[in-house]
């Protein structure tokens, strides 16, 4: 049995989550496992405090994991060998080449030696458990996944998902298999949160709203965070039957800076540093919304630094190979700062190396860099007091709906610009910076979004 919940933003999904977590698990006292599923590891970490908070501690027959998680340790690495024949007993999260003749041999080069990318986990676990898949067009393939599926609903009690928007076709598909097949899971999520894969959910509720094994629950359509005059602007970007109510007592208040203010950077610094929420669509200008301490060495190039004939401890060793390598980056340039690794550690690099670091080199590389702020994608699930919006002349167009096609609404920008005017729980503030609009006319910018009801900040 499949249920899904759609709740908006604000409106407690995490919350409900535990409470239904709690309920269930005083029900069940089963010697199955009941799964607490959700994206990230700071989502997990939400969860298990309000289950301590209303439950007093965890149970131990409860897991809370990511999904990755869930799918590496409970589907791929047991089970991968019994209906595909595939070993895998470890995962990367190197940096991908954007070449796909490179990505397709890094992919290649990982299954030999029995590791898997995080990129491809959802659809080797949806090849493991889906019969309807062409690699078991057999019926002995067909009879392997039945019995997989047997053994996993004798251990599986139910599946709680959180945040369901947030995973695309491959694994939804897999949930419904295992609803189809004696494991209950409940889905809550927000499609008008849905970023990475913005149509997935959509499409999901479609397929299976019409199935005997699916429930599709009411909307729930309040939100106890966002206050009412922010909400006036974020139910424009709503679809239409969930324009949020607000249970908020928090009227909010709606303001812009401009760059050209003289406290314009004294202001977005503070706000920084007093851990508000302050973010941008990506990173523009002097703008940056990651560190280069969030990256690594490609897994070969890290194994032969580890495996280079030193005495130290390794993985210290590729920790500090790896800053000496960035710091060089940044003083004498990439291609220096790649020859000097390869001799410094006796590196024997093939062609396909060199594209990955110079990739890296991109990745990381942060010029003019004043302030470090999040990006839209990673302040989906957060809140706090204040939110501030650096616009850049995308998120602009989408705010105040200028010269937007019909197939820009409900799209993966579309639906940034709702997360980010849903973060804030009293004010929410416009930064405009006149360089990353420099091809604006910024009169008529501010026209626009004073018309939207923010004002210049006093």
């Not at 659809?123 to 067909?142: C, F, G, M, Y």
Request: some cysteine; proline content about 2%; glycine content about 4%.
């Amino acid at each position: 049995m499949i249920e899904v919940q759609i709740a908006g933003a604000g409106a407690g999904k995490t919350y409900g989550l535990a409470e239904s977590l709690v309920q269930h698990i005083k029900a069940y006292t089963n010697h199955k496992k009941t799964f607490a599923l959700t994206y990230t590891n700071t989502a997990t970490a939400k969860i298990e405090q309000e289950i301590i908070k209303q439950h007093g501690f965890i149970p131990k027959n409860l897991c809370i994991q990511t999904v990755h998680s869930f799918l590496l340790n409970e589907i791929i690495y047991p089970f991968s060998s019994f209906t595909l024949g595939d070993v895998y007993n470890d995962a990367s999260i190197m940096i991908l080449p954007s070449n796909p003749r490179y990505k397709h041999s890094l992919f290649a080069r990982l299954r030999e030696r029995n590791v898997i990318h995080a990129e491809n986990v959802y659809n080797i676990a949806k090849l493991i458990i889906d019969e309807k898949v062409s690699r078991h067009r057999t019926r002995a393939n067909k009879a392997k996944v039945q019995r997989l599926l047997a053994i996993l609903e004798n251990c599986f009690d139910k599946i709680f998902i959180d945040e369901v928007q947030d995973l695309d076709s491959d694994a939804l598909r897999i949930f419904e298999v295992f609803g189809c097949n004696g494991i209950d899971v409940y889905m809550i999520g927000d499609p008008k949160q849905a970023i990475k894969y913005p149509k997935a959910l959509d499409t999901f509720v479609d397929k299976i709203s019409a199935q005997e094994y699916a429930t599709i629950l009411k909307i729930n359509n309040q939100t106890r965070r966002v206050p009412k005059e922010i909400l006036a602007i974020s139910n424009s970007f709503c679809y239409e039957n969930q324009q949020q109510e607000s249970l908020s007592e928090i009227v909010g208040e709606l303001w812009y800076i401009e760059s050209i203010d003289a406290r314009y950077d004294e202001l977005l610094s503070g706000y920084i540093e007093t851990k508000e929420i302050v973010c941008i669509d990506k990173k523009a200008g002097r703008y940056s919304t990651s560190s280069k301490h969030k990256h690594s060495f490609p897994r070969e190039i890290e194994d032969m630094i580890r495996e280079s004939k030193h005495k130290k401890d390794k993985i210290l060793f590729v920790k500090a190979a790896f800053t000496d390598f960035m710091n060089n980056v940044t003083e004498i340039g990439a291609r220096a700062a790649i020859n000097r690794l390869k001799a410094r550690h006796s590196l024997t690099l093939e062609k396909y190396h060199f594209a990955q670091l110079y990739e890296l080199c991109d990745k990381c590389k942060e010029d003019n860099v004043q302030f470090t702020i999040q990006s839209i994608d990673s302040v989906k699930g957060l809140d706090a007091d204040t939110c501030v919006i650096v616009l850049s002349t995308n998120t602009l167009k989408y705010l105040t709906g200028n010269n937007l096609s019909k197939a820009d609404h409900f799209n993966k920008e579309w639906k940034k610009v709702y997360v980010a005017l849903t973060r804030a729980k009293k004010k929410l503030v416009l930064a405009l910076d006149h360089d990353l609009l420099s091809g604006s006319n910024m009169e008529v910018v501010k026209d626009a979004i004073e018309a939207l009801g923010f004002a210049s900040h006093e």
